[in-house]
Every structure is written in C-alpha cells, then in structure tokens.
C-alpha cells in the first residue's frame, strides 16, 4: 500500500534563508509525487508533480523537488523563502492505476521576519 | 482563474441529522473527488466520481455517504445520518482528465460540525 512520510511537523526559517521539507513515501513502482500547499481558510493548491522524465521539477513560487527513488524521497526546496511562504505544506503520493491522492500528515512553515 | 467552489464554508448539524455538502467543479473537468481532514490529522480520500458513477472509494465511504452529480455543474456529497466523528473539513477536488494532467484541484473545504 501506498503511503507518505513527512518528518517535520513544523518548520520555522527566517525570511531569505533556504527551506527544505522533507517527503519520503512507500510504495512498489514509480510513484506519482505531489506538493500541495495550504494557506489558512484557503484549499490545498498544487506547487508541483512529478510522473516521469527529469527528477527535478520546478514548480510555481519558485519552488523546486527532486524525486530521489534510491532514498524514496520527493523533498521540496526554495532557495529563498519569503513571508507570504508561511502555510502548511502535504506530500501525496499517486499511482497509475488509481485516482486517488495519498496525503501526508504536512509541514508547518513558519517564517519569521 | 477558474477555482473549485464549496458550499456551505461551515455547517453545523446535530448528530443523527442528513447533511449535503455542495461542490461546483471546474466547468470543464470531469473526474470529481471529496477528501476530508479531520482535525490534526492527515487529508484523507473518500471518493472519485468519473462518468456519473463512483470509480472509486475508501473504506471511509460507507453506506451513510453518497455522492450526485445532480446537474451537471454541482458535485454533493450527502451524509445521512451524522456521528460526532464526522466533523472534519471536507474538501472537493476536480480533474479535467486525471490520466493526463495528474492534476486535481481542491475547493476551499467545508467544515462540518457535529455536535
């Protein structure tokens, strides 16, 4: 069965520095991997996915993750974080033969001033 | 930018009582979902609803939910008979063809309340 790992519930940065969140998943084949973010009273909006092809995937906000299948990961990066940044983040996992998204428990950012 | 919109943002209901959670999907998008997250916890799937009929659903999604796609533009989900383990934020999701995009795009939620 499919299933998704996010290790850090919360993370706080300062404005400017790099962020990295962190996703590792479980499952038999290539997966299909998804970063979501979640600001307050807002939906889960996509930042990125990947299904193939090149292992590192930009996605919108400058946000960047590189699909690792050696160490099962799919960890999220931005080189320079900015205030409006701060929301919640969730990992999810798909997979070919099904339309369902495996979530994450998420991320926490916190970015102080 | 076309969104997913979800009505009502908060309902509150007594336990026992029917609840219809109300979705309109992207106007072109044809594969609809509902998640939910209750409190704390992870964002779970419920359902998938492709062609008019459910593809596919959770052990989550037993006989008490059921999903319609009424009108061609809104997507409910109805809960026949509330438990207090109900409460939770219920988000709809849609996808203009899922096995191309691989994209779903979710609603702002509904938080259903029971008490």
């Known amino acids: 069965a499919q299933s998704v790992t996010q290790p850090d519930i919360h993370i706080t940065v300062s404005e400017g520095a790099s962020l990295e969140l962190r996703c590792n998943y479980s499952?038999?084949?290539?997966?299909?991997l998804f970063w979501y973010v979640q600001s307050p009273g807002q939906g889960l909006q996509l930042l990125l996915k990947y299904f193939s092809g090149d292992t590192l995937v930009q996605g919108i906000k400058g946000f960047e993750a590189e699909f690792k299948r050696s160490q099962s990961s799919f960890n999220l990066r931005k080189p320079s974080v900015h205030w409006s940044d701060a929301a919640e983040y969730f990992c999810a996992v798909g997979a070919p033969d099904t339309d369902k998204l495996i979530f994450g428990t998420g991320t926490r950012l916190q970015v102080f001033p | 930018e076309p969104e997913v919109t979800q009505t009502p943002s908060h309902q509150v209901t007594q336990m026992g009582q029917e609840v219809i959670l109300r979705c309109v999907p992207i106007s072109n998008h044809l594969y609809f979902y509902w998640y939910r997250q209750i409190l704390g916890q992870k964002v779970e799937f419920l359902v998938s609803f492709y062609n008019n009929e459910i593809s596919e659903k959770s052990e989550i999604f037993d006989d008490q939910f059921s999903v319609e796609r009424p009108d061609g533009s809104n997507f409910t989900l109805k809960i026949r008979s509330t438990k207090l383990e109900d409460s939770a934020m219920y988000f709809c999701?849609?996808?203009?063809?899922?096995?191309?995009?691989?994209?779903?795009?979710f609603g702002p939620g509904t938080r259903l309340t029971v008490t």
């Open positions: 999701a849609s996808s203009e063809d899922w096995e191309i995009s691989y994209e779903q795009y």
């Open positions: 499952y038999g084949a290539t997966p299909y």
